[in-house]
């Protein structure tokens, strides 16, 4: 079930809305890299949106999400904001008008049914030398039950982000896999269990157990493998590319 205009309704976005440690973990490598005017693409129910606003450095975040339901969520949780600007349709309609200087996509790639031109179209809204900050589900052997109900086409093969952003013109920098002991967890739930949903009780438990110490061990041993792919590419400056 890719997101569509009329709504999103799966489980997902309200299950990892507890993930503090996790969305803190994604931060350390995104934050650097924050700064200016930032697209956040399919802001979902704006819980990583919440967390991009605590980076003084973004002037102007903007909100672009497909789902017709979830746009009046955006609009009043971030209503007393005035930093913050939430748009309704997909990237590819709004490009003509948009131009940043950072992208941001938080689980989001893996439910677009054509991701190379979603990728395109967040080349034409980039700056040159605007960054794109990607986290997507890994490895397709993973693939079952909760992906599909949670509307993911696909999972990632590092390599296969990779050549995938080169080709669209990307400079890929960093390109790593996270969460290794998450690969044990969703194979239970997703492929031997075949479970649809993830509680957000044990989204939260998983978060505490694990994502407080894991990222840092991550950090300093990059895993050979991983729940997701993280990668941080940049639109080469006029001139370079």
Not at 10 to 21: G, K
Not at 46 to 68: D, H, K, W, Y
Not at 164 to 174: A, D, I, R
Not at 210 to 224: A, C, L, Q
Request: proline letters at 6%; charged letters at 15%; aromatic letters at 12%.
């Amino acid at each position: 079930m890719p997101i569509e205009e009329d709504g999103y309704f799966s489980t997902e976005l309200p299950s990892f809305d507890q993930a503090a440690n996790y969305y803190a973990a994604i931060l350390q490598y995104f934050g650097p890299h924050l700064g200016g005017h930032v697209v956040e693409v399919g802001a979902g129910i704006g819980t990583f949106s919440q967390c991009l606003l605590s980076f003084p450095q973004i002037t102007t975040l903007t909100l672009v999400e497909p789902a017709g339901n979830l746009v009046p969520v955006l609009r009043k949780k971030f209503s007393g904001n005035s930093n913050v600007r939430c748009v309704n349709g997909n990237l590819q309609s709004v490009a003509g008008s948009l131009s940043c200087d950072v992208v941001v996509l938080l689980n989001v790639l893996e439910h677009v049914e054509h991701d190379e031109d979603l990728l395109r179209a967040i080349y034409q809204v980039l700056k040159p030398g605007g960054a794109v900050l990607l986290f997507v589900p890994a490895l397709p052997c993973l693939y079952g039950a909760l992906d599909e109900a949670f509307g993911h086409i696909r999972r990632y093969r590092k390599g296969e982000l990779g050549s995938l952003l080169t080709k669209v013109g990307f400079q890929v920098g960093c390109l790593r896999y996270f969460n290794l002991p998450g690969i044990v967890s969703w194979f239970i739930f997703g492929k031997i269990f075949k479970r649809t949903t993830l509680s957000p009780w044990s989204v939260w438990l998983y978060d505490r157990l694990f994502m407080s110490w894991i990222p840092g061990v991550e950090r300093r041993w990059e895993p050979v493998l991983g729940q997701s792919v993280l990668a941080i590419c940049t639109k080469p400056s006029k001139g370079n590319g």
